[in-house]
């Protein structure tokens, strides 16, 4: 069956997206070049489900695009709690932020504008709930090993696009090939568990047991 088929028909029977996630998600596919960067309802619905497991408090996001997925996790966060986002684009940043200030949520949003590399150096290790990782894909081992420093003991890592369209099978491309070896880095990485779940593109979950 149709792989588009079944995404569609997994996302009918979950958790249906607020209005305003449903905004954002139109805007996306309606004015961006790049729509699919969008991480869609089913990863949302993976984030928010993990940010209840763990009564997460202290999110943190690499790659914002236009907010939809930074929002998402802002939805199910609890009053005391707060998300970090890093974008470098000042247009998506701008474009970001037109859709927070239109939610209650979006007071516990702040964005970290500029290269991801650099944000992540300035905040501070063990400090950080939940890990959520969807941007250039050429930094990903870079942003792993930074993203595990980060944080928390029985916290966890998530990230997007780990399958890159199959390409992880047979690598040929750079980011074939660093996706590849990304995977076989967690894969045996003693500090955590983990899972590689063919979501979409392929969403990898890492729960730091150390």
Not at 59 to 83: C, H, K, N, Q, R
Not at 109 to 121: M, R, V
Not at 138 to 158: C, E, P, S, V
């Amino acid at each position: 069956m149709d792989n588009n088929i079944i995404n569609q028909y997994c996302v009918e029977h979950s958790l249906k997206e607020s209005s305003i996630l449903k905004e954002i998600r139109e805007f996306t596919f309606n004015n961006e070049k790049i729509p699919n960067m969008i991480s869609g309802p089913l990863v949302v619905n993976l984030l928010k489900y993990f940010i209840k497991s763990l009564n997460a408090k202290k999110i943190l996001e690499v790659g914002m695009f236009t907010g939809y997925s930074a929002m998402g996790m802002a939805e199910s966060l609890p009053a005391d709690g707060e998300l970090h986002t890093c974008e470098l684009m000042e247009q998506h940043i701008n474009t970001a932020k037109g859709f927070f200030k239109k939610s209650k949520f979006g007071d516990k949003i702040t964005i970290h504008a500029g290269e991801a590399l650099d944000s992540l150096e300035n905040l501070s290790a063990n400090t950080f709930d939940l890990i959520f990782i969807d941007a250039d894909k050429k930094n990903y081992i870079k942003y792993y090993n930074r993203a595990m420093i980060l944080l928390k003991n029985h916290g966890m890592i998530i990230l997007d696009n780990m399958l890159w369209s199959g390409g992880v099978v047979n690598p040929k491309t750079d980011e074939d090939i660093i996706l590849n070896e990304l995977n076989a880095i967690i894969a045996n990485d003693q500090r955590n568990m983990n899972v590689l779940l063919p979501i979409r593109d392929g969403v990898m979950v890492c729960f730091k047991h150390e």
